[in-house]
Structures are given as C-alpha cells and as structure tokens.
C-alpha cells in the first residue's frame, strides 16, 4: 500500500528537482534504476514509476473514476514546467474549457496552451496523432470521451509519441481498465475522501498493483459543518 | 540607370492563335482593327501582306487569308502577366499597351525593366538576358529587346538592328559613348514621334539622330515644335524619363478553364500544383503571406462547391501550401470540374521576429497550419486572462492566428496565492436541482467551503452578486458551485479536476 504526501509541500519549487529539457536530458541513474522519465513534480510518485518520472517518447494512459477528483491537477506541474521552458502543450477534445486564471495560478503559460476541438473520432485521432509525430509538440494530453479507441489506434499513437518524442497523456473511462493497451503506464485513479489514490495497472515490463495517494491541494484543510 | 525594353510587335496574332487548331495556324493569318491589318504571321507576309494594310486591300493580295479580329483585352492580361513575371528581377516593372491605330499604325506594346539592381544578383547581363528569353518562348510569345539609359533610349534602340545584334551577345553593360554611337546612327523614322514629324525631319534632310545633335536646340525648337525637344532631351539622357511602375496586384484571384472537364479529382492535381506555385512566386515577390487560400470547382450552370484554407504563418515552399489544401481538393466532385479558380485574401507581409524565434516557431507553424487546413480555424483555439469579475468574465477564448515569441521570456509570473479554483469550468452555470436543504448532481452534494462573495460589475446589465462554495459528491468529486443572491438559485459552474 501507498503512502500519503501533502501535495502542498512536494511542489515546493526548492524541494522539486530541477527541470531538464526533453531533448537535452541525459538519463542518470538512481540506485541502479534508470531514471530517463520526465519528474511529475511529486517525488513520492517519481518513486513509484519505473522512470523515475512520465515515461519519454510514450503514452501513459490514465484512467479516473469519475470527474473532480483531481486527475488533471495531477499533470499541472509537469504542464507548467513544460510551458515556461517554451515547450507547446496541446489539449486534445477536453471535457470542459480551462479556466484561465486556476491554470496560471498553476504557472502554466496560457500562450503555449492550445485547445483543440475536432469534429468526430476520425479527426480526433489523426489530430493527436499528426501532433504527437510533428516533433514540435513537448506535452499533449487528450481525452477519450465518447469515442472508440481500439487498440490498434493506441498503438499508432503510441508509435507517433515515440516518433515525436512528445509526451502523451490520454484520459479514458475507468471502465476501460480491463481493455488491452499498448501504453508505457497505464494509471487507475480514485478518491479517497481528501485522497487521490493512484494504481499502477499492468503493462509488460513493469510491476503492477502499486498504490499511492496524493493529497488533493484544491481539498479544505478544515471541512465546514453542513451549511444548510 | 540600366533599362530593358522588350518590344512585342506580334502580341495581338499571338494571344489569339494559341487557341486555334494546329491545321490553321500555319496558314496565312492577320489581326485586324478598323479595317487594318496589325499583325499578320510570316506565310501571310510572304505573300505581301504587311502591317498597316486595309483589310480588303490585304485579302485581294492572299485570297486564303485568315482575318481574326484584334483582342485588346486579352493583350492586356499576357502583358499583366509577363509584367508581373517580370517582377522577380527588379521594382521596376512598366508594362505599356499598345497604342492607338494612327494613320495605318500603331505603337506595339512593351515591357520596361529596369536592371542596374538586379544585375548581380541574377548572374549578370547575360544570364538576365537568357532567362528573359526562354520565358518569352515559353510563353508562346517573339519580341525583341533592347538596353538603354533611359526608357526612351531602350525603346529605340530595341528597333535598332545593329544593337541587337550586339545584345544576342552581350556580357557587359556598354560604356555611354558606345550608347551615344547607337543612338547617333538610328534612323529618325525609329523615333517615338508622329507621322507628320518624321516627314518633317526627312523633309530637312535629318536622316540620322546625330545629324539632330549638331543643331542648335532653339532651332530644333522652332521648327519641331517644343514636346520633340522634350522626348529629345529625355532620349539624350540630359533629362530625367519618368514611366509608370506598375505593381503586382494585392488581390490574386486565378482561374484555369478546362476545355475537356477532368471526370476524377485526380486529374485536378497538376492544375491545381499549378495555380499554387504561381500564386507562390507572387507572394515572394510581394514579400507577403497569405491568411486564407480559396479554392473553388465551378461545374457549370451556376453551380460550385468552395473551400478555404488557413495559413497562419509564411510557408516555407509551394509544396506545403499544395498539402494544406489537398486533402480537401481530393474529395470526389459530384460533376466534371469546368473551371478551378483560386483566390488568395489579405496577403500580409511578415511579422518581424528574431531568427532565433523563428527557428523555435518553425515546427509549431507548420503543426498548426496543418490542423487549421483539416480541422478548420474555429477548431484551435487558445485562452487568456482579461480582467476581473465574475469568473466567466475573468477569461476568455482565443483564436490561434499566429505565434507567440519564446513563452519562456514573456510568461507572467503567477497571480498570488488566492481560494482554490477550479481548473475546468462548464461553458456556462447549469442549475442544480434542490429539494429541501440538500443540493443534488449525480447524488447529493456536500458544501465543504464557503461562502465565497464574488460581485460582477454595478454598470453591467444584470448586476450578479454570488456566494460560492467548494462542493463534494458521494466519489470524492470537488465542484465549485454557487447561489444567486438575487434569483436565490444554485448553480454548478466548476470542476476541480
């Protein structure tokens, strides 16, 4: 079982490790493990995968139970270093419109932000992946919605990420957790009250079943007695 | 000054022959315009008929002889071409049409370069000259040139065989006495003047220019009448030779006419490859860029089907703006194409930007003009802070036209630390549906925080006054909801996700 880290103190910018540039980045080595991952921004959860951080060049995949639980503040501090380091950061048919001061406030740089909204799974799917392979594109997080991705799509885009060196994050229900997936780390999250509770899933090469829970920083210290 | 005349004495028969089958063109043929003949090919001036004949005078002389009527218009579109061809080497282009038909003849039209500029950068006067050349015969089309000082100069001496002569040679630009020896040996009916003038000059003996030199010019004066000294003067190089500059057209609109409409989109792909590299070379010329590319298939009896294209930014070649459109253009027509047009709107010259920037952008340029092309401008959008209020007005949705410099230089620092907000907020408050003291959105929801009291602006219409608070559902979901203080409803506007 996981243990608890207040989300606070872990993003305390003296705390965190400092910022490497995709391209630049030589993969050093920590007690024997190669650690060539891009740093999450919480060392509890570099701890847990097998880079060290999100994996370079690939698609993890991430599968939340339900929506407000925190699952997308999870990617905030790598999307904010990403932006300020000039990198282009794309979101692919999100579920909502960012809201532009919640993002700053996170130190993202809303010029490097775009929003892209295609029209129809066919267009979803070429639009990440022609991005994915552009070269040009440091992060890219879509989300699934209501449309079909077989496996065979996951793998091209998979393939596309590694092509491009971007990094891919794709958000898919929670019921698809038992469906077959060609992606480099595959992560179940959840709610545990102030908690989110992270679960490692298998994927080949990698051990599964590892659990984390992160303290959710939007969550009130102190809850208010029932206002009416 | 270095000035390249290119005279095009059979611009009316050739505009007009291109169109007709191969069995009529090496027949005797002649342009005619009130009744004279303009221009007329070779096997018709062998067998004596020559520019400035009446037409039926003309037709006595070669029964077989084929009369096509003179098309102004058309002319004036192959020398607008030519002229904007021409544009590559210099600023300054003067394209002049021919003149009007005075006493059985008329001033053929012609091309004005002006090349001290552009010698260097070309290869030199030879290789300029070559390049000319073959254009001229790929586009169908005979003239003859000449290099002068001044515009006046390079028009006469163009007519000037001897100088001709030397330029189907030339490496270097002539010295002035070798331009003063030319002009001093052209014949006088070879200056740009009236009929009545030359007789005039023939009358007195003035067989030569240089026998013009040796008179005084008040005498010249008196007796030529004072616009001659001027055009004298001006062709002498003693006075400045002003002509009309003519600039390429800040609209582009092209069109290619099928004569046997293409059953396929396939075929439609050289066409188009075509219109777009023209249109390229126009927009470096004008050192511009295009915002929208409109593409357009006309089928006939007032139907078409259009699409535009966005760019965003200066392509690098023709062939990626031939990609941005492509995908479109390969959509099966419903009909036979008979007419492909493409239009370019508000070119616009470049943003200046570092070359570092560049570089850095290049890659995201060409990302984002591909997802414009296929997905559509309203598909990309960015989002920025804009003020303060309420939270939907603290925001707002932009349109990706161009790209920012290096975010790493221009991005402001963090606002203080305020309440948490939501990172997703809904496009607009969905109510929340109540019943006694309970709030319900996929289950019942339980106020964690506030109030928080947000006012929107008194001078706004509708002036809103809010309490918000942080909310949870029954699987730990935080949303950012809210009571109206006037209307007493609760509404769901955010997701702290």
Avoid at chain 2, 477 to 485: E, I, N, P, R, T
Wanted: hydrophobic content about 35%.
């Amino acid at each position: 079982m996981g243990s608890t880290i207040n989300l606070q103190q872990d993003r305390d910018p003296d705390k965190r490790p400092e910022y490497r540039r995709i391209d630049t980045a030589s993969p050093p080595t920590a007690g024997g493990r190669e650690c060539s991952g891009i740093p999450t921004g919480y060392a509890s959860l570099d701890a847990l995968l097998p880079q060290r951080g999100w994996p370079r060049g690939a698609s993890t995949e991430l599968l939340p139970k339900g929506a407000g639980i925190g699952e997308f503040s999870l990617l905030l501090p790598t999307l904010a270093r990403l932006t300020r380091c000039g990198g282009q950061v794309l979101l692919v048919n999100p579920p909502w419109a960012p809201f532009a001061p919640a993002l700053a406030r996170s130190g993202i740089a809303l010029d490097k932000l775009w929003l892209v909204h295609p029209r129809g799974p066919q267009n979803t799917r070429w639009a990440i992946e022609q991005s994915l392979c552009s070269g040009s594109c440091a992060a890219l997080v879509s989300w699934q919605g209501h449309h079909t991705f077989t496996n065979k799509h996951l793998q091209r885009l998979q393939l596309a990420a590694q092509r491009g060196n971007c990094l891919h994050f794709h958000f898919r229900p929670h019921t698809e957790s038992l469906s077959p997936s060609p992606a480099s780390l595959r992560l179940q999250l959840h709610s545990n009250g102030a908690q989110l509770v992270l679960e490692r899933l298998q994927q080949p090469g990698g051990a599964s079943g590892r659990r984390l829970s992160l303290a959710r920083a939007a969550y009130p210290a102190h809850c208010a007695q029932p206002l009416h | 000054m270095l000035w390249l005349c290119i005279q095009l004495p059979t611009l009316p028969l050739e505009v007009l022959t291109r169109t007709l089958k191969a069995g009529k063109q090496t027949g005797a043929l002649g342009v005619v315009e009130q009744q004279r003949i303009v221009a007329r090919n070779r096997p018709a001036a062998e067998r004596g008929v020559a520019v400035g004949l009446s037409s039926a005078t003309a037709r006595a002389r070669n029964r077989g002889l084929h009369l096509l009527q003179r098309d102004r218009a058309q002319e004036q579109q192959q020398l607008a071409q030519l002229a904007r061809w021409s544009y590559r080497f210099t600023p300054l282009v003067s394209a002049q049409a021919a003149g009007p038909i005075r006493d059985g003849d008329s001033r053929p039209a012609c091309l004005l370069l002006e090349l001290s500029g552009s010698l260097k950068t070309n290869g030199g006067l030879r290789a300029l000259l070559d390049q000319v050349q073959q254009t001229l015969a790929q586009m169908s089309l005979s003239g003859f040139m000449g290099l002068g000082q001044s515009p006046s100069a390079a028009r006469l001496l163009s007519q000037l065989p001897a100088h001709r002569r030397w330029l189907a040679q030339a490496h270097t630009v002539p010295s002035p006495q070798q331009w003063q020896q030319w002009i001093g040996t052209a014949p006088s009916k070879l200056l740009d003047c009236d009929h009545h003038t030359i007789t005039q000059l023939y009358a007195c003996g003035i067989r030569q220019v240089r026998q013009l030199r040796t008179m005084p010019l008040s005498e010249v004066t008196s007796r030529f009448g004072r616009s001659f000294v001027e055009y004298f003067t001006r062709l002498n190089g003693s006075r400045q030779d002003p002509v009309s500059s003519d600039h390429p057209p800040a609209q582009y609109p092209t069109a290619l006419y099928f004569r046997r409409p293409p059953e396929h989109s396939e075929p439609l792909q050289f066409p188009a490859n075509h219109l777009l590299r023209a249109l390229y070379q126009q927009l470096q010329r004008r050192q511009c860029y295009p915002r929208q590319l409109h593409w357009q298939r006309d089928f006939g009896r007032g139907r078409s089907h259009s699409y535009t294209g966005a760019v965003s930014r200066a392509p690098l070649a023709s062939q990626r703006l031939l990609a941005l459109t492509r995908r479109q253009r390969e959509q099966a027509a419903p009909e036979p194409v008979r007419t492909l047009r493409l239009t370019c709107s508000q070119p616009e010259p470049p943003a200046e930007e570092k070359p570092a920037e560049a570089l850095f952008n290049q890659g995201s340029q060409a990302l984002l003009n591909k997802l414009k092309a296929r997905l559509g401008h309203q598909a990309l959008s960015t989002i920025a802070l804009t003020g303060s209020g309420l939270p939907e007005q603290t925001w707002q949705r932009a349109g990706i036209s161009s790209l920012p410099g290096n975010g790493a230089q221009k991005c402001p620092p963090p606002p203080p630390c305020h309440p948490p907000r939501p990172n997703w907020l809904l496009p607009r408050p969905s109510p929340l549906p109540h019943r006694g003291h309970k709030l319900f959105y996929r289950g019942e929801l339980q106020l964690l925080q506030g109030p928080e009291k947000i006012d929107g602006y008194w001078w706004q219409h509708g002036h809103h006054s809010r309490d918000y608070y942080m909310a949870r559902d029954k699987d730990g979901g935080l949303y950012w909801v809210f009571q109206d203080l006037t209307s007493r409803a609760w509404f769901l506007q955010g997701i702290f996700s």
